[in-house]
């Protein structure tokens, strides 16, 4: 029942910088973990999580360049992604690790 919304997502030049938002339709940040997935045509990866506590985790490849966190008075989920590089280019989404439904993603091309 809980759903999410992401946005944020754009064509981008190799290098460049995005940030990724994303709303859920009910506060979950101080009950479960939150991930960002990223959409490639065989997969959906998780590239980043933050547990309650605020602890997080990366995908090796996106480590050092992606930037997971959370404002609690908004109830907004960041996704900061600088040093873009194309392999970088998916639909990205956002969801509880544990429950919830899949909303639309929000796609980043990084292209020439």
């Known amino acids: 029942q809980v759903r999410f919304v992401e946005s944020g997502g754009d064509l981008v030049q190799p290098g460049g910088s995005l940030t990724l938002s994303c709303a859920p339709s009910e506060n979950l940040f101080s009950t479960y973990a939150m991930g960002w997935y990223r959409q490639v045509p065989e997969k959906r990866e998780l590239i980043a999580r933050m547990t309650v506590d605020g602890s997080t985790y990366y995908l090796e490849s996106v480590k050092g360049r992606f930037t997971i966190s959370r404002d609690n008075s908004k109830n907004i989920l960041y996704l900061q992604l600088n040093s873009l590089k194309l392999e970088d280019t998916a639909d990205y989404y956002c969801?509880?690790?544990?429950?919830?439904?899949w909303g639309q993603g929000t796609q980043v091309t990084v292209s020439v």
């Open positions: 969801k509880s690790i544990r429950m919830g439904y």
